[in-house]
């Protein structure tokens, strides 16, 4: 009898993940495969790497060596079937979308998500597709606003920028039951926390761009499929995709229609510095959660601050949830709101370390005043209904010393 091969760690997978592929000459990492044309010797090879009876390349827009390499990474982190990356987190949601919606058809989305999904729902919506928000912290509001014409239910794992965690697990049963498919976006908790797979998304999200880069030197966004959504119950895959397998039909069609056709394509650059970021994730993402729990419970025993949103804090109104999903571990995001009479931007120009910026999942920790700046397109009557006050600070922490990161915001708050 055989023993079966030791299942490897996170990080252990990461680091040598090219190499169990085979890399070129030897490289410790995929290199990077700037080149836009593939050349075949055997023509056949190449009319069959169109039809995809073949593995192989065709064309930059549809992707290249260095990305293929870093969708086998996010594969593996979301523990799905396979990924598709795109240029930005946007265009990965954008895309996807548009290949897999039609005009009539449903999709209820989060009523907390952030900004610029927001507005690109907005676009949607123009283009004769309906949505409908939901306070998805409680699955009955998601079950009330279903319509027989629902394909797509739509959240975040934890929200920008008052960290509401969504009741994913009861959602996803709700999906399951339904037929429908279930999307999560995982940016804000990273693989490291939480894998989507586990309350039965069809598929996940990432912002590659944010915690999985990590250093701030690449955009990047990826779709991925658990394997878990029966694509012969959605209405709308091409016919030309269903000669594959059921399960690759999603997937096939994102990559045709949304990559493919809308060009949204990853650079190779960016696709070998995320891959090389991923590697630190979970080493990044321990210290980032360890110096987030702090700094929130320093500020929520400050009198200069009013209120704190962190989901690691048991004020929280889903702390028991986060907890139980996120394994004790509540990411790098946190928002507070200043006492009365202090000037938000006074407040964040007295930071010596915080850098001022609207990035999030970086080394550094950054802050910025939310109504005045990311979400200054919505107004303030909708931010007033999303509880954004207009005092609101995001912090998205970083791998700081905790005592320097305090230090500094002591500093801050006692001028």
Known sequence: MTTPPRQHGLTTTLLHSDRRFGVEHGAMHKPVHPSVAFGYEDARDLAAAFQGTKAGYTYGRSGSPTSAALEAKITALEQGTGTVCFATGMAAIGHTLLSLLRAGDHMVASRFLFGNTTSLF?????????????????????????????????????????????????????????????????????????????????????????????????????????????????????????????????????????????GGTMAPESAHHIAVGAETLALRM??????????????????????????????????????????????????????EGIDCFDFLNRLQLVVSSTHLGDNRTLGIAVAHTIYFEMGREKRAAQGIAESLIRISVGIEDADDLLADFAQALAA
């Open 122 to 262: 907005g676009t949607l919506a123009l283009q004769g597709i309906a949505i409908d928000e939901a306070d998805v912290t409680d699955v009955a509001n998601v079950e009330a606003a279903l319509r027989p014409t629902t394909r797509v239910v739509f959240l975040e794992t934890v929200a920008n920028p008052r960290t509401q965690v969504a009741d994913l697990a009861r959602i996803g049963a709700l999906c399951a039951e339904r037929g429908i498919l279930y999307i999560v976006d995982n940016t804000m908790t990273s693989p490291v926390l939480f894998n989507p797979k586990q309350v039965g998304a069809g598929l996940v999200m990432n912002s590659l761009t944010k915690y999985i880069g990590g250093h701030g030197n690449a955009l990047g966004g990826a779709i991925t499929d658990t394997g878990l959504f029966d694509w012969t119950r959605f209405p709308h895959i091409h016919e030309a995709y269903r000669s594959a397998k059921p399960a690759m039909w999603g997937l096939t069609q994102i990559r045709k229609k949304g990559l493919r056709d809308m």
């Open 286 to 339: 321990e210290r980032i959660c360890a110096n987030a729990l702090r700094l929130a419970g320093w500020l929520e025993q400050q009198p200069q601050v009013a209120h704190v949103d962190y989901p690691g804090l048991a004020s929280h109104p889903q702390h028991a949830r986060a907890a139980q999903l996120f394994g004790g571990r509540y990411g790098g995001l946190l928002a507070f709101e200043l006492a």
